[in-house]
């Protein structure tokens, strides 16, 4: 059984590497024949009613009927995703080092997890609106409960 996979504009560059693997493992490129044009380790991937085939963040698109895939940019709901709408971009207020601010935005990763429900590290599916807004509410308070300053 083949089954496809759907990424809605919503999706964050986090989630396209955990998506792409989740491709991987669903369903096979084609045939060698068929490939024309294609790297072989190149997995299929849907984006909405449009099937791409991505190989190490190159994107390919059939050219026509004839089995060539040609090279081309990532989908717009890709790039879209590159704001990462789940990051939060804070500043130590309090001189912490590189290895505080790793720990500080683990604790708040997980309560962020545990505010929301959703795992923007982990997540095969994008979250409904309201996940990802309770998420990001979520990591910005707990950063600025740290002595961040939170944009």
Request: net charge neutral; hydrophobic share 40%; aromatic share 8%.
């Amino acid at each position: 059984m083949v089954r496809s996979l759907v990424l809605h504009h919503c999706v964050s560059s986090a989630l396209v590497p955990s998506l792409l693997l989740a491709a991987t493992l669903v369903q096979a490129a084609p045939a060698l024949s068929d490939r024309i044009g294609l790297p072989d380790d190149a997995r299929p991937i849907w984006i909405g009613d449009q099937r791409y085939y991505v190989s190490r963040d190159s994107w390919f698109m059939a050219a026509g009927g004839d089995g060539r895939y040609t090279p081309m940019p990532a989908p717009r709901e890709v790039q879209m995703a590159g704001a990462d709408m789940f990051d939060v971009i804070a500043y130590p207020m309090t001189g912490q080092d590189l290895r505080q601010q790793g720990k500080d935005r683990g604790q708040c990763h997980r309560w962020a997890i545990d505010q929301s429900g959703f795992d923007a590290v982990r997540a095969l599916e994008p979250p409904s609106r309201l996940q990802a807004n309770t998420y990001h509410r979520a990591l910005a308070a707990c950063l600025a409960g740290h002595h961040y300053s939170v944009q």
